[in-house]
């Protein structure tokens, strides 16, 4: 892992529910750590039909050091939502994380 190819600062965000006093609940984000990551080229995958037109899958992959991150959870990174896919923590000392940017 190259620690100097680590130039991104990142924010992770986990969802979390909370219930009201009358069996309602709420879905909110919850700030869980800011490192630094790598932002690694991004992948063009399978199209998926939405309506009538076909649309192109980009996903992203980041490397960061290990820490504790889910499918599920949110990224933000420079003005960009990315929610995560994927978590590969098989090579000691790295994760990689693949995730799609969230349109806001």
Known sequence: MNISAMRTRVELYEPV???DSIGGSTESLV???TCWA???RPRFGN???QG?????VITQGIRMRPTQVER???IIAKDHIYEVLH???SK???IIITAQEVNH
């Not at 009538?52 to 192109?56: C, G, I, L, R, S």
């Open 17 to 19: 529910e909370e219930f």
């Open 31 to 33: 700030l869980r750590k």
């Open 38 to 40: 790598e932002f690694l």
């Open 47 to 49: 199209s998926t039909v």
């Open 52 to 56: 009538d037109a076909e649309v192109q």
């Open 72 to 74: 599920g959870w949110q």
């Open 87 to 89: 978590v590969d923590n």
């Open 92 to 94: 000691p000392g790295e």
